[in-house]
C-alpha cells in the first residue's frame, strides 16, 4: 500500500468523526485552561483539525470576547469546553449560541438535561465526557449529539479508569453517536488504534502545550519537554475524610506542600482548632491560582503544572501544523506497515 492509499483509507476511519466536526483531521484539542485560547485554538482549526477553547472560570461577556477573538483568527469550526459545575453555564451556553459556536463540549460533571436541550436548541451540536458505559447511556438519553471518553492518563482533572479500558468498554457498546478518545495519547499509531476500536476520531492536549502558538511561558514549556510520563503524578489524598479530587501534573515543590500542607491542616481539626468545613476548604483552596502562576507567569515550583502521562513524548517546541501532520503520518505510516505485513503473510 502507497501514502496515499494508507492516508484514504485513514479518512474512511476517521470519516464520521471529520465529518460531525466539519475538519480535515478528527483530531480535537484538549481544552487546557489558560492555555487553550484563541491563538491556540485558531492554529489547531487552521491546521485541519478540531480547536476547543477552555472557558475555565471566564463570565459570559470574557468568553464572547475569546469566542470573537478567535473567529478573527480562523473561518474553520471549533468548539467551546464550558464546566458543568459553574454557576453562569446557561449564561454561558447562550454566549456560545449568539457567536454561532458550531459545538459546545459539557465537561466536568454530568450535565443537566436543561443544558444540553439549550445547545442544541440553539443550533449548536453537543458534546459530553462519558467516564464510564452507565453515563455514557444517560447522556444520550439526554440527547448528547456526541461523547469524550477520557482516562486516568489524562492531564488535570482524571477519573479512575486507564484509556485502554474505557475505549473497550464503551466503544463497542455505542454506535449512536460519534465517540472520541482521550488521555495519554501522544502518537499517531495510538490514534489509529483506538480508531480500529470504533473511535470517530481522538482529543489530545499534552501534545499541544508546546507548540510555537501556545502562549504557555518558556519555563512551564520547557518543564513540559524535559519531563518523562512517570512525573505526571495525581495529586495526594492523605486522609479519606478530606477528599481531594485528583489532578495530574509534573511533581514539583507545591506537590510535597499540598501534601504537608494536608497533614497539618487534618493535625488541627484532630486537636479541635478547626471544624471539618473549613478544612475542607483550606485544602481545596490550596490550588487557586496555582495554574495560572505556572502556565502565564512561568512559576513552575510553586504553579500547578498540568499534564498528562503523554508529556513524555513531547520533545521539542513545534508548529501546531507540524504536530498534527506528525501525528497523522504516524498513522499512516503504520496502515502502510500493516499493508506490507498482511501481504508478506498472504504471499
Known amino acids: 500500500m502507497?501514502?496515499?492509499s494508507a492516508r484514504a483509507q485513514l479518512d474512511r476511519l476517521w470519516r464520521r468523526g471529520r465529518e460531525f466536526l466539519g475538519v480535515e483531521v478528527a483530531i480535537m484539542g484538549g481544552a487546557m485552561t489558560w492555555v487553550s485560547e484563541r491563538y491556540l485554538v485558531a492554529a489547531i482549526s487552521n491546521a485541519g483539525g478540531f480547536g476547543v477553547i477552555a472557558s475555565g472560570s471566564m463570565n459570559p461577556k470574557q468568553l464572547a470576547d475569546e469566542i470573537m477573538g478567535t473567529q478573527a483568527l480562523t473561518e474553520k469550526p471549533f468548539g467551546v469546553n464550558l464546566i458543568t459545575m459553574h454557576p453562569q453555564?446557561?449564561?454561558?451556553?447562550?454566549?456560545?449560541?449568539?457567536n454561532k459556536v458550531s459545538h459546545v463540549v459539557l465537561a466536568g460533571g454530568v450535565p443537566t438535561r436543561e443544558?444540553?436541550?439549550?445547545?442544541?436548541?440553539?443550533?449548536?451540536?453537543c458534546v459530553c465526557f462519558a467516564p464510564a458505559l452507565v453515563i455514557a447511556r444517560k447522556l444520550?438519553?439526554?440527547?448528547?449529539?456526541?461523547?469524550?471518553?477520557e482516562g486516568h492518563e489524562a492531564g488535570g482533572h482524571?477519573?479512575?479508569?486507564?484509556?485502554?479500558?474505557?475505549?473497550?468498554?464503551?466503544?463497542?457498546?455505542?454506535?449512536?453517536?460519534?465517540?472520541?478518545?482521550?488521555?495519554?495519547?501522544?502518537?499517531?499509531e495510538a490514534v489509529l488504534s483506538f480508531l480500529d476500536m470504533g473511535a470517530s476520531g481522538c482529543q489530545l492536549g499534552t501534545r499541544f502545550v508546546c507548540a510555537t502558538e501556545s502562549i504557555a511561558h518558556p519555563k512551564f514549556k520547557q518543564a513540559f519537554i524535559r519531563a518523562a510520563a512517570r512525573d505526571a503524578v495525581t495529586s495526594i489524598q492523605v486522609d479519606p475524610r478530606f477528599p481531594v479530587i485528583p489532578v495530574r501534573a509534573l511533581a514539583n515543590h507545591a506537590t510535597k506542600h499540598f501534601a504537608d500542607m494536608q497533614r497539618k491542616t487534618i493535625a488541627e481539626v484532630d486537636r479541635g482548632e478547626l471544624d471539618m468545613k473549613e478544612a475542607q476548604l483550606k485544602i481545596e483552596h490550596f490550588w487557586a491560582g496555582a495554574l495560572r502562576r505556572a502556565v502565564i507567569d512561568g512559576d513552575v515550583e510553586e504553579g500547578?503544572?498540568?499534564?498528562?502521562?503523554?508529556?513524555?513524548?513531547?520533545?521539542?517546541?513545534?508548529s501546531t501544523k507540524d504536530i498534527i501532520q506528525e501525528l497523522v503520518d504516524q498513522a499512516v505510516e503504520a496502515l502502510a506497515r500493516r499493508a506490507a505485513t498482511s501481504a508478506t503473510v498472504s504471499a
Open 89 to 98: 453555564l446557561l449564561e454561558l451556553i447562550d454566549a456560545c449560541l449568539r
Open 158 to 188: 482524571v477519573g479512575p479508569v486507564s484509556t485502554s479500558v474505557l475505549a473497550q468498554e464503551i466503544l463497542p457498546a455505542v454506535r449512536e453517536v460519534p465517540v472520541f478518545v482521550a488521555g495519554g495519547i501522544g502518537r499517531g
Open 304 to 318: 500547578s503544572i498540568m499534564a498528562g502521562q503523554s508529556v513524555g513524548m513531547v520533545t521539542r517546541e513545534q
Open 115 to 125: 443544558a444540553v436541550k439549550r445547545i442544541k436548541d440553539g443550533g449548536a451540536k
Open 140 to 149: 444520550l438519553k439526554s440527547g448528547a449529539d456526541a461523547l469524550v471518553v
Open 2 to 4: 502507497n501514502r496515499s
